[in-house]
């Protein structure tokens, strides 16, 4: 059915609602944002996956996200967000039809993610004054008897800071004490986060478009298909957040589905060069950011 303005109801609800559907598709690209009408929206594509080896032959993937931040509605914008990819093999514990789990053991592990570790951008001075209560005595008194008056004095002293918008990553895993065991190896990870924080003095926002990549390590032998899951979440302002927080309690936030990786799957690309070598690719080099840049010094 065509959408009027008076149907297009849900731009007045301010929340992020993820719900991106894969519809059985293996390597989707579209994966967050792309069904959404709301005023903030992230858009997540999967712009290149190549699965291959690392140059010692052991089977690695490497994948590259590009995210886009759209405003679509004044007097809005990010102000934090965490994106969080959880990986996942779909192969099974059991025998071939049993109802038995995933087999853990062979999620693959994320050796690298880019960026990783903490970098900042568009750096602002703040000037702060502090100001301390010191005491001093002042005396005084009679013939017979002495004493001492507190009196109180303000020191101001004038600093400046410098305050940034920060952006970090890391791999971790979210293995519990069971499946932990089942892993056999407390060095595996199987999750890559990034966070990315506003300038909070100069209202800035955050990056409109950015990448970020990560490299994983397969089992020998293993070509099993794998499920890569996000969880994202931002950061708007107090009534954004208590509605969407709201909304998660009662369980009306819908999940979007997850990247279904294949790794007999060559989709070719800049990248496909480096299938035989996967670990020795300048990770750093994929992985840039655009701040759109308005009214600030």
Not at 259 to 285: N, R, T
Request: hydrophobic residues 35%; proline residues 5%; contains cysteine.
């Amino acid at each position: 059915m065509e959408e009027t303005a008076d149907d297009d109801s849900e731009d007045d609800d301010p929340e992020y609602l993820p719900q991106q559907r894969n519809l059985g598709k293996v390597q989707h690209r579209k994966f967050t944002g792309f069904d959404q009408r709301l005023p903030m929206v992230i858009y997540g594509t999967r712009e290149e996956t190549v699965h291959g080896t690392s140059a010692a032959g052991v089977p690695h993937t490497l994948i590259v996200f590009r995210w886009a931040l759209q405003q679509r509605a004044g007097g809005r914008r990010f102000q934090s967000i965490r994106l969080r990819a959880a990986f996942q093999t779909t192969r099974r514990s059991g025998p071939p039809g049993s109802s038995a789990g995933t087999d853990t053991y062979y999620d693959p592990h994320v050796v690298r993610v880019v960026p990783s570790g903490t970098y900042s951008m568009l750096p602002t001075t703040v000037t702060q004054t502090r100001t301390r209560a010191v005491e001093g005595g002042l005396e005084g008194g009679v013939e017979l008897a002495k004493g001492t008056a507190k009196v109180t004095y303000k020191l101001s002293e004038t600093v400046e800071a410098t305050r940034q918008i920060v952006i970090n990553g890391s791999e971790k895993n979210d293995y519990d004490s069971r499946t932990a065991e089942d892993v056999g190896d407390p060095d595996r990870c199987n999750v890559a986060e990034w966070n990315l924080f506003e300038n909070e003095a100069a209202g800035s926002g955050l990056p409109t478009c950015f990448r970020t990549a990560v490299l994983l390590e397969r089992r020998e032998e293993d070509e099993a298909r794998f499920l890569c899951t996000f969880k994202i979440r931002g950061q708007v302002d107090f009534l954004t957040d208590s509605v969407t927080s709201m909304k998660r309690v009662f369980g009306v936030v819908p999940r979007d589905d997850p990247i279904i990786f294949d790794p007999s799957v060559d989709e070719g690309g800049p990248l496909a060069g480096w299938k035989d070598k996967l670990d020795e690719v300048d990770m750093l080099d994929l992985c840039k950011f655009v701040m759109f840049k308005s009214g600030l010094s």
